[in-house]
């Protein structure tokens, strides 16, 4: 199976990055390829509901910026991991700017993926807002949620050390 990670941290060897990096390890001991996408250092503009998308073939999107390369790998993925920061109960922009220029590639990205969706966050509760946006824009785009993992209680990478939240990690993307 091909595997497309879209990490949003800005921080290189932070949390989510820690989650990341153990559950790519798991998907490709399972055999799996593995494409990954880290958007806070990747060149793409925010959505500004022109609609040119729109009124074309749904693919001619003014931008022409790395949301290309993402749109390209994601049209031949078979699985999709959406990996974020929890900032104010919600998805981090880095990524979030890249799900909504899927306003201009629905067609040719609804291909009925499975996805995974990995938080990190500080707070022990609260994560039923970026749960439940993660679930509706999956359910949008005719994929299927195979896992959600929020890291609880984890505000820095060292504190994943004191929870088993890596090891989870891994074992999803060992069960891919
Ligand atoms: C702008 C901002 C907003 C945040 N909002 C939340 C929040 O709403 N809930 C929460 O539990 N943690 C929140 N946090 C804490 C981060 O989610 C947490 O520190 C996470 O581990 C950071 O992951 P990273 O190392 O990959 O950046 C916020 C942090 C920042 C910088």
């Known amino acids: 199976m091909k595997v497309v990670?879209?990490?949003g941290s800005p921080h290189k060897n932070g949390t989510t990055a820690k989650l990341v990096d153990s559950?790519?390890?798991?998907?490709?001991?399972?055999?799996?390829?593995?494409?990954?996408?880290?958007?806070?250092?990747m060149n793409i503009h925010p959505c500004i509901a022109c609609n040119k998308c729109q009124e074309t073939d749904g693919s001619a999107c003014v931008f022409d910026d790395d949301?290309?390369?993402?749109g390209d790998e994601l049209a031949t993925s078979d699985c999709i991991v959406y990996a974020t920061p929890v900032y104010y109960y919600g998805i981090c922009a880095q990524l979030?700017?890249?799900i909504d220029r899927y306003y201009g590639i629905e067609q040719k990205i609804r291909r009925?993926?499975?996805?995974?969706?990995?938080t990190a966050m500080s707070d022990d509760k609260k994560t039923e807002a970026i749960n439940?946006?993660?679930l509706a824009f999956v359910d949008w785009l005719e994929w299927n949620d195979a896992g959600i993992l929020n890291a609880m209680e984890c505000s820095v990478p060292e504190d994943l050390d004191?929870?088993?939240y890596?090891?989870?990690?891994?074992?999803?993307?060992?069960?891919?």
Not at 23 to 39: L, P, Q, W, Y
Not at 112 to 118: H, L
Not at 166 to 176: D, F, N, P, R, T
């Open 5 to 7: 990670v879209l990490s």
């Open 23 to 41: 559950f790519i390890k798991g998907a490709k001991e399972a055999g799996h390829e593995v494409v990954r996408f880290d958007t806070a250092f």
């Open 67 to 70: 949301m290309v390369k993402i």
């Open 96 to 98: 979030k700017t890249v």
């Open 112 to 118: 009925g993926q499975k996805t995974f969706f990995i």
């Open 132 to 134: 439940a946006s993660y």
């Open 162 to 164: 004191k929870t088993d």
């Open 166 to 176: 890596v090891e989870q990690a891994y074992k999803m993307g060992l069960s891919i």
